[in-house]
């Protein structure tokens, strides 16, 4: 069984484009999370998604978006990209409907660097 | 506001003694835990879990205790061998609108000597 997938795995942008970023979640798997990782902060949650509904958002502003498709794909758009979003962005897939008490797994991110 | 804390940022241990993570929370309301591993260039992968019913649960050479009552929970890794060094994460669950909400700490980066 193919594990989550993340693309781009490497992007740099500058201060003020938006970008997107995309996650396939192992097959079955109907939850996908999206986590911010800085260093000293750990995983910082931004939201997660459930059969195409965001059910659950973290304390990011609205420039952090992200939707999900029927196929259960995800993607997270961030706007007007600012210095401090430079970060690992993670996505998480989970095949329970609860979506966090089982295991969640992780892909292997997107590094993304803001200049 | 920081819900979970790993408040050392980093542990170094010889190889073949046990390394102990620890672990504090403010929420009294989680009610399962988890330790994730993460290696570089790679996304963190379950490790152990424990529910807050339990104060122990084993697997292999890996141990979780909970204390409930200090908001306290650790992971032991006994013996350590060189390919435990990765940054470890413990994350903590409440319920809430009929699924779980996951919050992780910010990491221990430990570091198995050999």
């Known amino acids: 069984k193919a594990g989550v997938t993340q693309t781009p795995r490497y992007l740099i942008k500058t201060r003020g484009q938006q970008v997107t970023l995309s996650c396939s979640p192992i097959?079955?798997?109907?939850?996908v999370s999206w986590y911010q990782q800085t260093p000293g902060q750990g995983l910082q949650f931004l939201f997660e998604?459930?059969?195409?509904?965001?059910?659950n958002k973290g304390n990011f502003p609205g420039r952090f978006s992200g939707r999900q498709f029927s196929n259960s794909r995800s993607e997270m758009n961030v706007s007007t990209l600012e210095l401090g979003d430079s970060a690992l962005y993670l996505c998480?897939?989970?095949?329970?409907?609860?979506?966090?008490?089982?295991?969640?797994?992780f892909g292997p991110g997107t590094r993304l660097t803001v200049l | 506001d920081q819900q979970v804390k790993q408040n050392s940022p980093s542990l170094s241990v010889q190889e073949g003694r046990i390394s102990i993570l620890n672990c504090d929370y403010t929420?009294?309301?989680?009610?399962?835990f988890l330790w994730y591993k993460k290696y570089p260039a790679e996304g963190p992968t379950f490790l152990i879990s424990?529910?807050?019913?339990?104060d122990k649960n084993e697997d292999g050479r890996f141990t979780v205790f909970l204390n409930k009552s200090a908001k306290h929970l650790s992971l032991h890794i006994v013996p350590s061998q060189p390919g435990d060094s990765a940054v470890y994460f413990c994350?903590?669950?409440?319920?809430?609108?009929?699924?779980?909400?996951?919050?992780f700490g910010t990491g221990t980066k430990l570091q198995v000597i050999p």
């Open positions: 998480a897939s989970s095949s329970q409907p609860s979506g966090g008490a089982e295991e969640q797994f």
């Open positions: 097959s079955g798997h109907r939850s």
């Open positions: 998604y459930f059969s195409e509904t965001q059910r």
């Open positions: 929420n009294s309301m989680f009610d399962y």
């Open positions: 424990i529910s807050s019913i339990k």
């Open positions: 994350a903590a669950s409440v319920g809430s609108g009929g699924y779980q909400k996951v919050t």
